[in-house]
């Protein structure tokens, strides 16, 4: 029995003390840390500038246009998710670049809780899916601020601006972090 307390011991030594070997940092214990306000204030910067572009008829117009055709789209179409990967090519980053907004949330982009610059994603049950899709401006207690093209004062899908919404962390399906 003592040989088996000491083995015992041994073992939970070893996984206690497993972290503090040279190389050993395969499972990562530390909280994330946000290390890209940089592309963060950036790509808000960007989005902040565009609010206002207006369809001139029903998803298009001259700026919708350069979102549109900036994801392979060359004629009207939604595009909240064109806008969203625009933003990003904006600062220089290749991704995301689909018009699709399901697109945006693959699993290796998805993050738990939303920051400044991150992509929110809004679940339509009508849709099954992710329907609309938006950048986060800021974040302030339980609320999301955040800029989004193709949308309205009502907050719908098939608006006509580049506009700040406020939403509740509730009303996020998902987010995914492109920077």
Not at 7 to 31: Q, R
Not at 107 to 127: E, K, W
Not at 130 to 147: A, K, N, P, T, Y
Request: net charge positive; aromatic share 12%; proline share 4%.
């Amino acid at each position: 029995m003592a040989a088996i307390n000491f083995f015992m011991g041994m073992l939970c030594l070893g996984f206690v003390s497993w972290g503090s070997m040279p190389g050993s940092n395969f499972i990562n214990t530390n909280k994330y840390t946000y290390g890209k306000s940089k592309n963060g204030t950036a790509i808000v910067d960007i989005a902040r500038k565009e609010i206002g572009v207006r369809e001139s008829a029903h998803n298009s117009g001259k700026r919708i246009s350069e979102y549109l055709n900036y994801v392979g789209f060359k004629q009207a179409a939604p595009w909240c998710a064109g806008f969203v990967s625009w933003c990003h090519k904006e600062i220089g980053l290749a991704e995301p670049r689909s018009a699709w907004s399901p697109a945006l949330f693959p699993l290796s982009r998805m993050a738990r809780d939303g920051l400044p610059g991150m992509v929110i994603g809004i679940y339509f049950p009508s849709l099954g899916r992710i329907g609309h899709v938006g950048l986060i401006e800021r974040v302030q207690g339980s609320l999301i601020f955040s800029i989004e093209g193709n949308t309205n004062v009502a907050g719908s899908r098939e608006g006509d601006a580049v506009m700040r919404k406020i939403r509740h962390k509730r009303a996020i399906a998902k987010y995914a972090d492109w920077l």
